[in-house]
């Protein structure tokens, strides 16, 4: 099946190679993703492709970017990752890092779904973060050994998944009872379920994943906007508060 898969990626990369022209637009491709996702998108960038012949796309879904390759006429779109075998690095996932960034706005709409807050300083990052997350444990001492050595303040917004049943009883609890980021990376939840806690994590819930596109944690949201996924290393925390 995969082997199937790349000879029609390489023939779909052949067939766009011998397309010669400008990228399309930006009202076209809005009018052609909008086929496909039935919602209204925001283009953010339309522009020549390290591959011959290709247009590479940037669009936003909420906060995150999506990024596809298509031919000047918009008559074929491709998906995936273009990697180049000279630089040994994927292309695509540098253009949704250049991308991966939130408005000013954003960051005020974050700073009121903070749930708990660690350190002090004028530096500071959202750790988005589910209480049963495996990745986010992992993440939680790289953190905050980086945010101590660095005065970084860390904000943690809460954002339960689905896949966890148990999480969204567990970060209602770590509001109401007001616990702090010790409680939390030593799993010291509490147990009380308080309205005003149910009232906060669904908003968590219903901003960071139908506004911002939030799809998974370890997330985490620099003061200067960017955005990086999964557990992180120091360069990846140092690239949020530059």
Request: glycine fraction near 6%; charged fraction near 25%.
């Amino acid at each position: 099946m995969l082997r199937k898969f790349i000879w029609i990626g390489l023939f779909a990369l052949a067939s766009c190679q011998s397309v010669a022209g400008t990228c399309p637009d930006k009202s076209k491709i809005e009018s052609v993703v909008k086929e496909f996702t039935n919602s209204p998108v925001e283009v953010s960038a339309v522009r020549p492709a390290k591959v011959k012949g290709l247009c590479e796309v940037v669009i936003k879904m909420g906060a995150q970017p999506v990024v596809f390759y298509t031919d000047s006429k918009m008559e074929y779109l491709i998906l995936g990752n273009l990697v180049s075998v000279k630089e040994k690095k994927s292309i695509t996932e540098e253009t949704k890092k250049e991308f991966s960034k939130v408005s000013q706005n954003v960051l005020d709409e974050l700073s009121k779904h903070t749930d708990i807050t660690y350190g002090k300083g004028d530096k500071y990052i959202y750790f988005i973060t589910d209480p049963d997350c495996p990745f986010c444990k992992r993440s939680e001492s790289i953190v905050k050994e980086w945010a101590d050595k660095n005065g970084v303040q860390i904000r943690v917004i809460l954002f339960p998944l689905p896949i966890h049943p148990d999480a969204f009883n567990k970060s209602v609890a770590l509001v109401c009872e007001k616990r702090s980021f010790e409680d939390y990376i030593n799993r010291n939840f509490g147990n009380t379920q308080c309205e005003d806690g149910k009232k906060k994590i669904q908003e968590n819930l219903d901003f960071l994943a139908n506004k911002l596109g939030v799809r998974g944690t370890p997330t985490f949201i620099g003061m200067n906007g960017k955005i990086h996924s999964g557990v992180p290393a120091q360069e990846d925390l140092n690239s949020l508060i530059r």
